[in-house]
């Protein structure tokens, strides 16, 4: 009954006309930024994060998250129809949905995209309304230790799972961490790393690091790369599919949805992984896996249902916990902070109108999304068309002008060029920029609860090992620090990195 009550004020929050128009755009751009190439949710979000500092918190908050789960959604269009995955977790559609789309069965597969990711988002938020209040109950009775464990397994987790090198996703991480320790002490207030810079007294900013990582330095890379469009000229029928495709997809929608939602609730997990790890499941438990990469609608409806199941997933650790499972909760976790906000088991009950808000929003998202990607499939297939020498220029006067409003500061605006140039470079040498970004955002935190420990234990280290959750995340981590140099696992990571970078 608690819970009926809770979700009954959450939609009275959400369906408040600001916070549905907040809503609409939100789920719009990311339905946007799925469809264009070369701008994931990532950067989206980044662009618009300081849009968030002139609403609500339930407004930003809202339009942020529905970014982030109408990317998802948007994104499969472009595979199917271009074979060019508008964001990452679309890599796995591109390889059945587009051959569907040059046997004339794109709306079949437009479609089944569509009610998969709505089935999948809707299961998510219904986990989420259910798991998400006793879990943080539960996370009541954690302490300093426990919490400081758990963000260094998270970290670790994320190196783990990205496809390049290891020991170079851990330098980036470390380097997030000192990053995310300039500015004044919070203990002593004393100032550190700020090298007499009255501007760095602060700390640097969040939205002019993400900006210049993702936005500023997507555009750079992609502007040295030719992207070919093959689009799929003829008209678009059938988006509701046969009776026949349902019987074909209901199996994989259904396992990919729980696999997609359990990945997403693990550190470093997310949609990537959830999509590839849906494809390989149907693929294995097929009995005809040669239709794979043949136009098999399977290969469409389990990846699908994967990454959106995925996105409501990454929702409940950051909401429970306030530890972000990826970087892009990362981004969100920072847009909570600007506001004022620590998410965590407490929020729940001190700002009750705010994570039921939320919640009832990603539903009434859902339905929009719907809307969005069946009925208007003509206007998104037009919008692929738009010349890149067009777009690239625009998102960097967005960059800009959205860093120098956040702060209006002209130094935040060479913050973000300086790290667009390293966040270019870093692509070049293949270093990957998320585990700075989540290091960077879990860094005072991670510092924090590491000094909370030691004081609260008068500079015991065994506090760490002697409290049961905390040391079940120190071995696990360690654990996966260590098992690269185990020949057979490290066979095996290379590859899983060869497919996903497939």
């Known amino acids: 009954m608690d819970t009926l009550l809770n979700v009954a004020h959450g939609f009275g929050v959400a369906l408040a006309p600001i916070n549905l128009l907040y809503c609409f755009i939100g789920v719009f751009i990311g339905t946007l930024v799925g469809v264009l190439p070369g701008i994931g949710p990532i950067s989206a979000m980044s662009l618009l994060l300081p849009v968030t500092l002139s609403g609500t918190p339930e407004s930003g908050i809202i339009m942020m998250a529905g970014i982030y789960y109408g990317s998802m959604y948007g994104g499969s269009t472009t595979s199917i129809l271009v074979n060019i995955p508008g964001e990452a977790a679309s890599v796995v559609t591109c390889i059945d949905g587009h051959e569907m789309a040059k046997q004339g069965r794109a709306g079949p597969a437009l479609g089944i995209s569509a009610f998969g990711s709505f089935f999948a988002g809707t299961f998510a938020l219904i986990a989420l309304m259910l798991v998400a209040p006793k879990l943080a109950s539960v996370a009541i009775a954690f302490g300093p230790a426990e919490y400081f464990s758990l963000m260094v397994l998270g970290l670790v987790v994320l190196t ?83 009776k026949q495709d349902w019987q074909a997809s209901a199996g994989p929608m259904g396992r990919g949805t729980i696999l997609g939602f359990f990945l997403g609730i693990l550190p470093g997990g997310g949609a990537v992984v959830a999509s590839f790890a849906s494809y390989a499941l149907e693929k294995r438990l097929s009995k005809t896996p040669e ?46 902070v600007i506001h004022g906000l620590q998410p965590g088991p407490l929020m729940i009950t001190q700002n009750a109108g705010l994570f039921w808000g939320i919640v009832a929003s990603m539903y009434i998202g859902n339905l929009m999304l719907l809307v969005l990607n069946l009925p208007m499939i003509g206007m998104w297939v037009q919008l692929l068309r738009l010349p890149y020498n067009i777009l690239f220029p625009l998102i960097i006067l967005f960059t800009i002008i959205g860093v120098y409003c956040s702060s209006n500061n002209v130094f935040d605006v060479y913050v973000m060029i300086a790290f667009g140039v390293i966040g270019y470079f870093m692509r070049k040498l293949g270093y990957e920029p998320a585990p700075l970004v989540l290091a960077f955002v879990l860094g005072p935190m991670l510092e924090n609860n590491l000094r909370k420990s030691l004081i609260l234990s008068q500079g015991d280290l065994s506090t760490f090992v002697t409290r049961p959750i905390s040391a079940a995340c120190l071995i696990f981590a360690v654990a996966l620090l260590i098992g690269p140099l185990l020949p057979a696992l490290r066979k095996k990571r290379e590859l899983v990195a060869l497919d996903e970078g497939a």
């Open 160 to 242: 783990f799972l990205t496809q390049g090198s290891m020991a170079k996703a851990l330098l980036m991480a470390c380097i997030g961490v000192v990053l995310g320790l300039v500015g004044l002490d919070s203990i002593t207030a004393q100032p550190r790393l700020t090298f007499g810079r009255l501007e760095l007294i602060d700390g640097i900013g969040l939205v002019p690091v993400v900006m210049g990582l993702f936005g500023v330095a997507e555009v750079l890379i992609n502007t040295e790369q030719a992207i070919r469009r093959d689009i799929i000229n003829a008209k678009i029928t059938h988006l509701l599919p046969s």
């Open 291 to 336: 239709r794979f990469g043949n136009g098999a609608i399977e290969g469409v409806a389990g990846p699908e249902a994967a990454n959106n199941a995925a996105a409501g997933g990454a929702f409940i650790p950051l909401m429970t916990l306030g530890i972000p499972p990826n970087v892009v909760m990362a981004l969100l976790l920072g847009a909570f």
